[in-house]
């Protein structure tokens, strides 16, 4: 192992935020003396955020890159980052210095410490929009409730892991991949930091509202098999009431002699029960959507370049990405 800490950063059009992210880093490990290397994974950009990159790696031996062949995603971004982690611990950061880099020795006092994962506790999130800060709030709170894995609240993906749980995520072999989920699953010390999530330094968020309901889609589909458990308890509801109308209805024509033409009731209950039918069919059709990815066994990603040389990049093009 060459450093102590690897740092990882995703990163997808993001040239305005590679040098400034680069000297933050650098002077707050100089100033902690924290030996480090930098990896960027440039996650299939548009704009000159690769030619930065390279810059950068040019002039400085402790910086090494991956450029994919296109946007595959951040958690396949930090993936990728993970495998190529040289360091005792690994950091995981993001490009826009929404996580400042001030707070990585924190993260690295609590892993001397003997922790294996040391992750960032959003204690404040400036300038986001208050539906983002409700939805997260939400997300994470709904999660918790679907599985029985702790993932911590209000955590995102800002974390410190030793390289013994680097391994351990490397060697899981799922492709829909929720890190943050993935590192609580694994288990081990783990123990949390406050800090003040700041605002993105430039730039746009490259996730809209609708990416990120996919995400938590993805989320909740990968750590809970509840969604399915609702739909059969639904299922026995509407199976016993239908049962109970069954009998009153008869009961009304045989022994009270009723007739009391039931148009209303069938209507609505057969467009009532044609929709959750529907949403029932999407929650199994969410969990075979993911069985079939997982069959069909793509690498989650491919790369274009690498500073680690074309032997590395071919290794890791041929499905060695999750092995
Ligand atoms: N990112 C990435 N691939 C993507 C989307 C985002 O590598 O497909 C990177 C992005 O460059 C940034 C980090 O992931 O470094 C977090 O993205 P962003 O800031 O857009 O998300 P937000 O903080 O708004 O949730
Ligand atoms: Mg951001």
Redesign the pocket.
């Known amino acids: 192992m060459t450093c102590e800490i690897s740092i990882i950063?995703?990163?997808?059009?993001?040239e305005e935020?590679i040098d400034l992210v680069f000297s933050r880093i650098k002077d707050t490990m100089d100033k902690a003396c924290i030996t480090f290397e930098l990896i960027f994974?440039?996650?299939?950009?548009t704009d000159k955020?690769l030619e930065k990159i390279k810059g950068l790696a040019a002039n400085n031996t402790n910086i090494r890159y991956t450029s994919f062949s296109r946007?595959?995603?951040?958690e396949?971004?930090?993936s990728c980052g993970f495998k190529m982690v040289n360091g005792k611990a690994a950091v995981l950061?993001?490009?826009?210095l929404?996580d400042p880099p001030e707070v990585i020795p924190q993260l690295y006092k609590k892993w001397k410490e003997g922790y294996d994962v040391v992750y960032g506790r959003r204690s404040r999130r400036w300038n986001?929009t208050i539906l983002?800060k409700l939805s997260s709030y939400l997300f994470y709170r709904v999660l918790r409730i679907f599985t029985s894995v702790p993932i911590p609240l209000d955590v995102?993906?800002f974390r410190l892991v030793d390289h013994k749980v680097v391994s351990l995520f490397n060697a899981l072999p799922e492709r829909n991949r929720f890190v943050r989920g993935m590192f609580s699953w694994i288990g081990f010390k783990q123990t949390a930091i406050e800090y003040e999530?700041s605002a993105?330094n430039k730039?746009?968020?490259?996730?809209s509202y609708f990416?990120?309901a996919l995400l938590s889609i993805d989320a909740l589909v990968s750590f809970s098999l509840v969604p399915l458990r609702v739909c059969i308890a639904f299922g026995l509801i509407i199976t016993v009431l239908s049962f109970c109308i069954t009998i009153v209805i008869a009961l009304q024509r045989l022994v009270w002699d009723l007739n009391i033409p039931g148009y209303a009731l069938m209507t609505s209950g057969m467009f009532f029960l044609g929709g959750v039918q529907l949403i029932f069919l999407g929650v199994l059709g969410e969990y075979i959507g993911k069985i079939y990815k997982q069959v069909q066994g793509r690498p989650l990603f491919v790369v274009g370049e690498s500073s680690d040389g074309p032997a590395a990049s071919s290794t890791t093009n041929s499905i060695t990405t999750v092995d």
Do not use: C, M, V, W
């Open positions: 950063i995703p990163a997808l059009d993001e935020n994974i440039d996650d299939g950009s955020t946007n595959f995603g951040h396949a971004a930090s950061i993001d490009a826009d929404q986001e983002k995102g993906d999530r993105r730039g746009k968020t490259k996730y990416k990120l």
